[in-house]
């Protein structure tokens, strides 16, 4: 699958908030689709990520992930 492709069903798929290395205690949340969606990159395979360590706090990815999920249930 191509990173289009990938990219086109991450919006039709559940997210879940996940941590980084640090775990439950650090302030930083992931967000990642529920079921692991991949597609080649220079030939390598890769995972779809919403948001990497790092990149939002847990409030923000929790809410980010409810609206969405929210979506999905109510649209597609």
């Given at each position: ?16 908030v996940?941590?980084?290395?640090q ?54």
């Amino acid at each position: 699958m191509t990173h289009a492709q990938a990219e086109r069903q991450l919006f039709n798929v559940k997210w879940k908030v996940g941590y980084c290395s640090q775990g439950e205690k650090c302030w930083c949340r992931t967000i990642e689709p529920v079921e692991k969606i991949t597609y080649i990159h220079n030939g390598e395979e890769e995972e779809m990520e919403i948001a990497g360590a790092g990149e939002v706090g847990a409030k923000i990815a929790e809410y980010i992930v409810k609206l969405h999920n929210l979506y999905i249930e109510k649209v597609i």
